[in-house]
């Protein structure tokens, strides 16, 4: 049987990455690509024929979390896999809230995401073993998240603060990338994020404010 599926993400590289880890398998189908939140919901009522979604979260217009929550309502039927570099509590959270019946992230080898897409299909939770402790960690002691903008304090994850410090020594994308063993794509995006909960537009204006804040 065919497995239909549809990629959610507004970078095209990593589309493309996503695409080339699906390619190894002769029973999976990419239906279509969207950019965005938004673009996704317009593509499915052309074409809501889809078995399962691998979605990212950060995305402008509508983000992965919004959107999975209005594709749930919508088509229920369809099976959503969060493919993420972000592994914090706050968006396992409200990506499980939202109805996300999976948890992956980007750098996940071809056969691991294949083995999802199947468990997920067969009603089970796509997860690595990490993500699905914090899961667990997260149902036993309920934390009340709030949204970006009722803070006042800047909050980054963990996986951003060791960003900003490989950044504030100078180092170059593709040394911070070797360093974390994560891709430079994941780092490039780590960066946008830092850039974006600090609002500043370069690094130094970045690395400054860290400091003045005592993040790093």
Do not use: C, W
């Not at 239906?31 to 889809?50: C, M, P, R, W």
């Not at 899961?135 to 963990?158: D, G, Q």
Request: glycine share 4%; hydrophobic share 40%.
């Amino acid at each position: 049987m065919t497995i239909k599926v549809a990629i959610a993400d507004d970078n095209s590289f990593l589309i493309k990455a996503v695409n080339e880890k699906l390619s190894f398998f002769d029973n999976i189908k990419v239906s279509f690509t969207a950019v965005n939140g938004s673009d996704l919901l317009n593509k499915l009522v052309e074409n809501h024929n889809v078995d399962l979604i691998l979605m990212d979260i950060e995305m402008p217009i509508k983000n992965g979390i919004e959107t999975t929550e209005m594709v749930k309502q919508k088509y229920p039927h369809i099976k959503i896999i969060m493919l993420t570099v972000f592994d914090d509590d706050e968006n396992i959270f409200n990506a499980i809230k939202a109805g996300a019946d999976g948890y992956l992230l980007k750098e996940v080898n071809p056969k691991d995401l294949y083995e999802g897409i199947e468990d997920t299909l067969a009603g089970g939770a796509a997860m690595y073993p990490s993500i699905a402790m914090k899961t667990l960690k997260l149902l036993r002691n309920p934390v009340e998240f709030v949204s970006n903008n009722e803070k006042e304090e800047i909050a980054l994850t963990n996986r951003e603060v060791e960003v900003l410090e490989q950044l504030s020594k100078g180092l170059s994308y593709n040394a911070i990338a070797d360093n974390l063993i994560l891709s430079t794509g994941t780092i490039r995006k780590h960066i946008e994020n830092i850039y974006r909960k600090l609002q500043v537009h370069n690094k130094l204006e970045a690395v400054q404010k860290a400091k003045k804040n005592n993040l790093i």
